[in-house]
């Protein structure tokens, strides 16, 4: 299993940027990002299958948010453009050993998961 650590989070006014990180201790083939608002489940955002590099999006953040990974360094991003303030939440990184794809529907399959990182964006 390995450890998280997630940051980058901060508070930007709407349309504006931020770049999430997640430092891994190790690798994984699925690693995601899932948010969570307060007396809300957490939910997927994004997520990214190392061995085929394909990306998935929940449709909130498509065109405007983007997953990325540096194997080298077993570091996850996710660059956040034209943010709105609907994207305020507490953002996690997850990881999952599985070999397939691992969905983010399903938070409870992920492995591990960072201790979070809050994004606050004012309109």
């Known amino acids: 299993q390995v450890q998280l650590v997630d940051s980058g989070g901060g508070s930007v006014q709407a349309g504006g940027s931020l770049r999430l990180f997640c430092a891994a201790s190790g690798y994984t083939p699925n690693m995601g990002w899932f948010l969570q608002s307060p007396g809300k489940e957490r939910e997927g955002v994004a997520r990214?299958?190392?061995?085929?590099?394909?990306?998935y999006y929940t449709d909130s953040v498509k065109g405007r948010f983007t997953i990325s990974r540096d194997n080298a360094k077993n570091t996850l991003y996710l660059q956040m453009n034209s943010l709105k303030p609907e994207d305020t939440a507490m953002y996690y990184c997850?990881?999952?050993?599985?070999?397939?794809?691992?969905?983010?529907?399903?938070?409870?399959?992920?492995?591990?998961w960072g201790q979070g990182t809050q994004v606050t964006v004012s309109s």
């Open positions: 997850a990881a999952s050993t599985s070999l397939p794809p691992t969905s983010l529907d399903y938070p409870d399959r992920w492995n591990s």
């Open positions: 990214l299958y190392s061995p085929n590099g394909v990306t």
